[in-house]
């Protein structure tokens, strides 16, 4: 099965940031910060299935796809895309 959005949106796969204690108790970010890192499932823009993103939390749309969580956003709410060299910079 495969996920396609529509319009300006975009289905990303959040990155979880998770705390864990020397002795491997984890703790939980209860104050999570605004701005999230994901990759990206599905996108109708320039960006490309397995971009790395950072983006805005604000009003989310969360579904459980393929056991997977998937967090649906507006274009409008990604800040940065990641990239792993300087030189791939347009």
Not at 14 to 35: D, Q, Y
Not at 72 to 83: E, G, N, P, R, T
Request: glycine content about 4%; charged content about 20%; overall charge neutral.
């Amino acid at each position: 099965m495969y996920l396609r959005v529509l319009s300006n949106k975009i289905a990303i796969a959040p990155i979880e940031r998770t705390n864990i204690t020397l002795k491997g108790i984890i703790i939980p970010n209860l104050n999570s910060p605004k701005l999230c890192e994901g990759i990206v499932i599905s996108s109708n823009s320039e960006l490309k299935t397995g971009d790395k993103i950072l983006y805005i939390k604000t009003e989310r749309l969360c579904y459980n796809f393929n056991s997977l969580e998937v967090d649906i956003i507006d274009m409008s709410d990604v800040v940065a895309l990641f990239q792993s060299s300087y030189n791939k910079w347009d």
